[in-house]
């Protein structure tokens, strides 16, 4: 069974950083680009960003590009998002997601979310 | 970039009746749609990509269809794990993939 769990959602202060993890099971995380999805309060969601099975390509939303990385452990079946400079707007549930294939951006598994608030 | 509208925002359904929900794209995105249903407290779920092909393990009640900037989400028979929040996605562009604001089936 394929399993995605985020974790480390926090309140933050606006201009903080905060590190999102994804621990992934249950299917060949090295054979698959991985994905950032969000879903913020009153709005609809977000891609926000995608890297590829070998962690070489990644790419981003223009809302968060320069200020968001995402990068992957395949030895761990990890994945992360490494968020600075963060604005209220990045208030949001923050979901890992798994690609169909390869780059389709069709997410067939996800996971529950991690919230993550910005707040003074 | 390509905007997803979906109607109604709510649709009310009886148990057992059938339910169409719609979505409509600001231009020409061929069949790169996707639908997804999500429960509260829960992950959300791939249910047709392609505009009209099942994902894996969901039921032949739920069916897609459409092509262009038309589409439509058709659930027969509904059963109450059916009632839940639903978003199309368009993947035209893979890199400004976008999401619809939901429609809500609730029980009526």
């Known amino acids: 069974e394929v399993q995605l769990v985020e974790s480390g959602g926090a309140v933050i202060q606006p201009g903080g950083s905060l590190k999102l993890s994804c621990a992934a099971s249950g299917f060949s995380f090295d054979d698959y680009t991985m994905h950032w999805v969000r879903h913020a309060p009153g709005t609809g969601l977000e891609w926000v960003s995608l890297i590829s099975w070998d962690g070489d390509t990644t790419y981003y939303a223009d809302s968060v590009k320069g200020r968001f990385t995402i990068s992957r452990d395949n030895s761990k079946s990890s994945l992360f998002l490494q968020m600075d400079s963060l604005r209220s707007e990045d208030t949001a549930f923050y979901y890992c997601?798994?690609?169909?294939?390869?780059?389709?951006?069709?997410?067939?598994?996800w996971g529950q979310g991690t919230l993550v608030t910005v707040s003074s | 970039e390509i905007v997803m509208t979906q109607s109604p925002p709510t649709l009310s359904v009886s148990p057992g009746e059938g339910a169409t929900l719609s979505c409509r794209a600001s231009?020409?995105?061929?069949?790169?749609l996707a639908w997804y249903q999500q429960k509260p407290g829960q992950a959300p779920r791939l249910l047709i990509y392609?505009?009209?092909t099942r994902a894996t393990g969901i039921p032949a009640r739920f069916s897609g269809s459409g092509s262009g900037t038309e589409f439509t989400l058709s659930i027969s028979s509904l059963q109450s794990e059916d009632f839940a929040l639903y978003y199309c996605?368009?993947?035209?562009?893979?890199?400004?993939?976008?999401f619809g604001q939901g429609t809500k089936l609730e029980i009526k």
């Open positions: 231009q020409n995105i061929g069949t790169t």
């Open positions: 392609g505009a009209s």
């Open positions: 996605q368009q993947y035209n562009n893979w890199l400004l993939s976008t």
């Open positions: 997601a798994k690609d169909l294939q390869d780059m389709t951006t069709i997410f067939d598994y």
